[in-house]
């Protein structure tokens, strides 16, 4: 069955860490990946996403992440995190067939950081 | 420009009853979605409509239905209410029906059922 996995349902850090959060994804045909972000308060926003093309894709606000064809992973990652980061983030895969889209997510990681 | 807009944005109803929630999408978009996220998890795929024709469909009972109209605008709707629909139901919206995938969200209507 199709699936995503977040490794870390919880993650807390200090101002200026580094942050890697883990996805593994379950799907046979031709991926789409998204991180999406929920900041306190508000909807779900694309942080960054991969098609095709270089496997090392940036996003918003200095994330990126990194698609592992082999390893079925999509994994983000921030060399410095800001409070502002502190915010739920979301791994999703395109699993839609016969002409549609449908994002299968995963469980999502909260992160926390303190100043 | 206006994002996704939903309505309402809280709802209190009780098991048994039917509730109807609404979305705008975002202008020129004639894809619309329909996930729930229930606490702690992460959205689910319910319908997805396309120039008023049901797309694709999650792994939801029938007693979940949407409608979507010449506008673009949708309609989920829910009748008989379990206290397991207590969720948050998210719109998304897209310019077509298979593209990239990439979804525009509203902020949800948090539905409690007592």
């Known amino acids: 069955a199709q699936s995503v996995s977040q490794h870390n349902h919880h993650v807390i850090l200090s101002e200026a860490a580094s942050l890697e959060l883990g996805c593994n994804y379950s799907y046979g045909g031709t991926v789409n990946l998204f991180w999406y972000v929920q900041y306190p308060g508000q909807h779900l926003q694309l942080l960054l996403k991969y098609f095709s093309g270089d496997p090392l894709v940036k996003g918003i606000k200095g994330f990126e992440a990194e698609f592992i064809k082999s390893k079925f992973s999509f994994n983000l990652r921030k060399p410095s995190v800001q409070w502002s980061d502190t915010a739920e983030y979301f791994c999703a895969v395109n699993a839609g067939s016969g002409g549609y889209n449908k994002l299968i997510f995963g469980a999502g990681t909260r992160l926390a950081v303190h100043p | 420009d206006a994002g996704v807009t939903q309505s309402p944005t809280h709802l209190i109803k009780t098991r048994g009853q039917h509730v109807t929630l609404r979305c705008s999408p975002i202008s020129g978009h004639k894809s619309v979605s329909w996930y729930q996220q229930v606490l702690g998890q992460g959205p689910q795929f319910i319908f997805q409509y396309y120039e008023k024709e049901e797309r694709g469909r999650g792994n939801f009972p029938d007693r979940f239905s949407a409608r979507q109209f010449p506008n673009y605008s949708s309609e989920l709707n829910v009748n008989a209410l379990l206290l397991g629909d207590s969720a948050l139901y998210l719109c998304?919206?897209?310019?077509?029906?298979?593209?990239?995938?990439?979804?525009?969200f509203g902020e949800g209507s948090r539905l409690t059922v007592l």
């Open positions: 998304a919206s897209s310019r077509r029906d298979r593209d990239t995938g990439e979804l525009f």
